[in-house]
């Protein structure tokens, strides 16, 4: 993986992750959703351990039933509540 991409393929990762989980499902699960697709790959990919196609992230979003661009926003973070 390019370094250079890293904090992008963690922060798709984490948002992979966060959407799995909110709609109940294992990565077996995902992956099933997927077609061709195997746990492993979807674990590669909320952990940033691997590259991966535009397609491959489209077909996530897919079995996700959320939008593409909803895997590849950055997550604001919440400022403290004296701010």
């Known amino acids: 993986m390019v370094n250079k991409f890293k904090d992008t393929y963690k922060r798709i990762g984490s948002n992979v992750k966060e959407y799995r989980t909110k709609v109940n499902l294992t990565q077996s699960q995902l992956a099933e ?6 746990r492993s790959k979807i674990s590669d990919i909320e952990n940033a351990k691997e590259d991966f196609m535009f ?5 996530i979003a897919e079995g996700l039933g959320v939008d593409v ?4 926003k950055k ?3 919440a ?3 004296n701010e």
């Open 69 to 72: 661009e909803k895997l590849t």
């Open 55 to 59: 397609s491959t992230l489209l077909e």
């Open 75 to 77: 997550v604001k973070k």
């Open 33 to 38: 959703k997927c077609g061709k697709m195997d």
């Open 79 to 81: 400022k403290p509540a």
